[in-house]
T-cell receptor, first 113, second 114 residues
């Protein structure tokens, strides 16, 4: 049973555009939602994370929007750059979940110059 | 600087052979994890450990084993390699979080089973 569903699988945007990746979760006990960024040939690295007590968190051009009632969260990349081209994973975990992260299947983002 | 390393980075083996992938972290983290990454499946948890002598099965543990004899290392062993285990393997570590649960990933090992 996949607990975190991520869409789209792939995304192509033009430089300067907005990239939007969506995730939905099932387990209402989840209380921490990170996004990881992975460049080809590298391991994933934490990009930004949010807890459900806030509806939005922004770090530079990256913003997480969180909708607790809909059990959905999304990553917005403003002014997308070719250097943002990577695979993005959403994830979720919860206190008492023993530090385990449940990952979405990933979105391959390509930003064309 | 603290880091997490994996070796080898690339490995080709034959069906039926035993293979061990190494993972070493210098953060002194208690928690360590092994994932496999396959196209269309994302990252799937194989095994994890919360400390020395502790190991636990993840969602895709069949055919894999781990042992934790010290804080720094969590080797992953494929007892009898199968073609279905061709994948990219990532090790990660984390500490009991004060703020969130950040897992730090290694660079990965690409394993091919012929």
């Amino acid at each position: 049973q996949q607990q975190v569903k991520q869409s789209p699988q792939s995304l192509i945007v033009q430089k300067g555009g907005i990239s939007i990746i969506n995730c939905a979760y099932e387990n209402t006990a989840f209380d921490y939602f990170p996004w990881y960024q992975q460049f080809p040939g590298k391991g994933p690295a934490l990009l930004i994370a949010i807890r459900p007590d806030v509806s939005e968190k922004k770090e530079g051009r990256f913003t997480i929007s969180f909708n607790k009632s809909a059990k959905q969260f999304s990553l917005h990349i403003m002014d997308s750059q070719p250097g943002d081209s990577a695979t993005y994973f959403c994830a979720a975990t919860y206190q008492g979940g023993s530090e385990k992260l449940v990952f979405g299947k990933g979105t391959k983002l390509t930003v064309n110059p | 600087d603290a880091e997490i390393t994996q070796s080898p980075r690339h490995k080709i083996t034959e069906t039926g052979r035993q293979v061990t992938l190494a993972c070493h972290q210098t953060w002194n983290h208690n928690n360590m994890f092994w994932y496999r990454q396959d196209l269309g499946h994302g990252l799937r948890l194989i095994h994890y450990s919360y400390g020395v002598q502790d190991t636990n099965k993840g969602e895709v543990s069949d055919g894999y084993s781990v042992s934790r004899s010290n804080t720094e290392d969590l080797p992953l062993t494929l007892e009898s390699a199968a073609s279905s285990q061709t994948s990219v393997y990532f090790c990660a570590s984390s500490e009991v979080p004060r703020e969130g649960n950040t897992q730090y990933f290694g660079p990965g090992t690409r394993l091919t089973v012929l």
